[in-house]
């Protein structure tokens, strides 16, 4: 039996910010625009304040590698609905960086200025608002007070959230039942759909092949999956498009691109290499209670000091002292409160001994003393070091369970990387350990690193040799197929990376409406801010005058 084949102008593969973008303008400006997201379509009223089996599960996606463990979203919207919504702006000399290659691994035409206009569009129609002290949550003010005290700043961290609307339930992980975080369900997929584009939930896609018919670049198969167990494929189908972006994710890109060079010829080198995890480094600081009163003077309630972790917004301040542009690289990083759910709480070493650190008494007191920790995120300088192993039949990865997967990434932190983790390490003792404040347990590294901010797996670059894309985020040798999720990030960013996702997705959009002209798509670009909003727009497209672009 011949399998019917669809057509449409444009295909997105993934709605997070990479993929809802893109969907936007392209719908705006005139094409026909369809979006195929592997996981299923959620709201407010799906968002539960529990961690009960297929509550959060459904919308997040535990992905276990050789050597690190990567938390990503997996619902339409992707990890915009289950991030923490800190929205931050990578520091001028991330730009700069040489990394182990020895080399600028940016494209010379982004800077930290040229990409500040996309910036501005993207905080003008997400929004992000910046929080005052009075916003902040208790936690977040008491890594504050640890780090005045320690001889450090530490300021409000600034978040996609409605702080007008925000209940402070610490639920984020969970989507946002309240609609106070602006993830891409409430702006730019909207604002796509209200545009024509049409949202295909619990597609997902396997492979990317020549198109059949005339005035089509690619045909794109994919599997139908259950909406209750995402192993099981529920249907098939395939799809014509003269223009593919694909956004499925740092996780999921580079596989089926990887798995359908068979099809499509080969790939460049770099597709599938350079991974990075941000530099991400969990620590807990087992706060003692007593010298929050008498050292810090602080009190969360009549009696009660701290007890305060899991209170309020995730992330609340952060200290930039160590975003230092003349430092050496591999010494620069942020360390930002955060807050962590209850299902990560078996993490935390309790001693520095292989043998008691998982397990074991000390453990059990460590886990009893829950609401006086306070988590810290280093953001460092990572070297790039992930691989991706050959692809699986089918999938990103091998789905054990609905929200649990086992990928052929492979992980090894080199001297670079942990160089950098023992700098942020030191930072953080110093500032909370002093004078007995805390005491500072990294993650334990059982099980490998963590990483909830997956990058560069297919990234950009001037180097045919080790940029999977060039620095408009076409797929080298592939014409009309681009790559605009955090697998085209080139670096570790030493923030949280969603800000700057949505800004090359944002930047990358006129050379996708560019080449899908060429390929006879009615399209324009121009669409104003999903909320109306023309400000940013003003500034984008002067930036396009001035490139020539």
């Known amino acids: 039996m011949t399998t019917a084949i669809e057509r449409t102008d444009v295909l997105v593969i993934g709605s997070g910010f990479g993929g809802a973008i893109p969907a936007y303008h392209l719908a705006a400006g005139g094409a026909k625009v369809t979006v195929l997201e592997r996981g299923p379509e959620l709201s407010a009223q799906d968002f539960t304040h529990d961690l009960r089996m297929g509550g959060y599960t459904r919308a997040v996606d535990l992905v ?158 994919y599997s139908v999956l259950d909406g209750t167990d995402y192993r099981v494929p529920a249907g098939a189908g395939l799809i014509e498009a003269k223009i593919v972006v694909v956004a499925a994710g740092a996780m999921a890109t580079p596989v089926i691109l990887r798995r359908s060079a068979a099809l499509l010829g080969s790939m460049p080198r770099a597709v599938g290499r350079h991974f990075s995890g941000n530099g991400d480094r969990v620590s807990i600081a087992d706060v003692d209670e007593r010298k929050v009163r008498d050292l810090l003077g602080l009190e969360r309630a009549p009696g009660v000091p701290y007890e305060g972790f899991p209170v309020g917004k995730p992330i609340g301040s952060m200290s930039y002292d160590r975003l230092d542009p003349d430092a050496p690289e591999f010494s620069r990083f942020s360390l930002q409160q955060i807050y962590f759910p209850g299902i990560t709480n078996v993490l935390a070493q309790a001693t520095d001994d292989p043998a008691t650190s998982w397990f074991g008494t000390e453990k059990k007191a460590l886990r009893a003393r829950w609401r006086s920790w306070l988590s810290v995120l280093a953001m460092t300088e990572d070297d790039n070091e992930g691989v991706f192993g050959p692809p699986p039949p089918t999938g990103a990865a091998v789905r054990l369970a609905s929200s649990l997967s086992l990928s052929t990434l492979r992980y090894r932190p080199n001297a670079n990387t942990l160089r950098g983790w023992a700098e942020a390490d030191r930072e953080a003792r110093a500032v909370l350990e002093k004078d007995g404040l805390a005491r500072v347990r990294p993650w334990s590294e059982f099980a490998g690193s963590v990483s909830a901010h997956p990058l560069s797996s297919c990234r950009i670059g001037d180097d045919p040799a080790t940029s999977a894309l060039d620095d408009r985020n076409e797929l080298r040798g592939h014409p009309g197929l681009f790559v605009t999720d955090a697998s085209a990030v080139p670096t570790s960013l030493c923030v949280n990376p969603s800000l700057t996702v949505a800004a090359l997705a944002e930047r990358a959009c006129p050379s996708i409406v560019e080449r899908a002209a060429e390929a006879g798509v009615d399209v324009r670009y121009g669409a104003p801010s999903p909320d109306g909003g023309t400000a940013a727009r003003k500034a984008a497209l002067r930036t396009l005058q001035g490139s020539g672009r």
């Open 64 to 221: 276990q590698g050789d050597g690190i463990t990567v938390v990503a979203g997996n619902c339409v919207g992707g990890s915009s609905v289950v991030y923490f919504a800190a929205s931050l702006r990578a520091p001028g000399f991330v730009f700069e960086r040489r990394g182990g290659l020895g080399r600028r691994l940016w494209p010379a035409a982004l800077t930290r200025d040229a990409l500040d206009p996309w910036y501005d569009r993207v905080e003008e129609a997400i929004p992000v608002a910046r929080q005052s002290w009075d916003d902040v949550p208790y936690p977040g003010g008491l890594f504050a007070a640890a780090c005045d005290r320690a001889g450090r700043s530490c300021n409000p961290v600034p978040l996609a959230v409605d702080l007008d609307t925000c209940t402070n339930c610490n639920w984020m992980l969970n989507g946002c039942r309240f609609d106070a975080k602006r993830s891409m369900l409430l702006n730019y997929l909207p604002a796509a759909t209200a545009a024509g584009a049409e949202v295909r939930p619990l597609h997902e896609v396997q492979t990317i092949a020549p198109a059949v018919t005339p005035g089509y670049r690619y045909r794109v198969a």
